[in-house]
């Protein structure tokens, strides 16, 4: 579960992120640089993990998910291969990604291919500058960043003036030559109103 998380923040990370329309088309390019790979298995991801598609290749088997059979085609071989869905739904956006196998000592043995990809299908056409869509607000949110920041800043020197500088204290050294020939040295250290002899 930690490794599809890990997944998806790759994919906007590596703006592998894929808008598209209802009804439009998407082209998965799934590849390796692996030599003898056996299989192919593109996943996707929303909500739950589905297997879109299994490919075996000595048997040239193509297996399909019940939700894409009428609308999924591959073109190419198992080590490049394209994967285009056709007539997409909301339904059909999340995370795709294509995991190769390889059968060795009675197990298989999967590594991540090339060509994952995060799509989002919207059901009508999106604009960015919509306030209402949250994407139009960056302006709103750097006004309010701004107005924070200089809040902050007003504050720290209000209270640099109020608290730290009365506290800056300062020394005088006094010497006094009585009548008596005595001479008296003492020391007053000021605090903004409080006088101290030393």
Known sequence: LHLKYILYSRLLISGLLVRKQEG???TIHCSTSLPDQENLGVSMRLT???????????TKKLTLHERFKLRLTTNG?????????????IEDSGAYWC????????????????GAVLL????????????S?????????????AVTAGSVLLLSLL??????????????KCVCVCPHKKILQFTIEYYSSDYRIL
């Open 133 to 145: 869509s949250g994407l139009g607000m960056s302006w709103y949110l750097v006004l309010v960043s």
């Open 159 to 172: 209270i640099l003036f109020i608290w730290v500088i009365p506290r800056v204290s300062t020394t005088v």
């Open 77 to 89: 071989r198992l080590n490049k291969m394209d994967i285009t869905i056709t007539n997409l739904t």
């Open 48 to 58: 739950k993990e589905i297997l879109v598609l299994y490919f075996h290749q000595a």
């Open 99 to 114: 995991v190769y196998g390889v059968y060795k000592k009675n197990k298989i043995e999967k590594t991540e291919g090339e």
């Open 120 to 131: 989002v299908v919207n059901d009508e056409e999106c604009d960015q500058n919509d306030t």
């Open 24 to 26: 439009d088309t998407v």
